[in-house]
């Protein structure tokens, strides 16, 4: 599980800015650095995804 510390935007929390930044690293439309690479791997499958933005997503409104 990502923790609320490890956030793809690294601010502390989360938010739909995280897994916009998701979805466009996996467009091709944004870089990660490694760090913001490993939390955007939400369910920790080795590669990000369009399931890890909605994990995300999930994650914000507490579905998860």
């Known amino acids: 599980d990502v923790c609320s510390s490890d956030l793809v935007d690294l601010d502390g929390s989360i938010t739909p ?4 930044l998701a979805l466009r690293y996996v467009n091709g ?6 760090t913001a690479k490993y939390v955007a791997d939400a369910n920790r499958s080795g ?9 995300i997503l999930k994650m914000y409104t507490g579905l998860v």
């Not at 439309?29 to 490694?34: A, G, R």
């Not at 590669?47 to 994990?55: G, P, R």
């Open 17 to 20: 800015v995280d897994s916009r």
């Open 47 to 55: 590669d990000i995804s369009t399931f890890d933005a909605e994990y």
């Open 29 to 34: 439309m944004e870089e990660l650095s490694p």
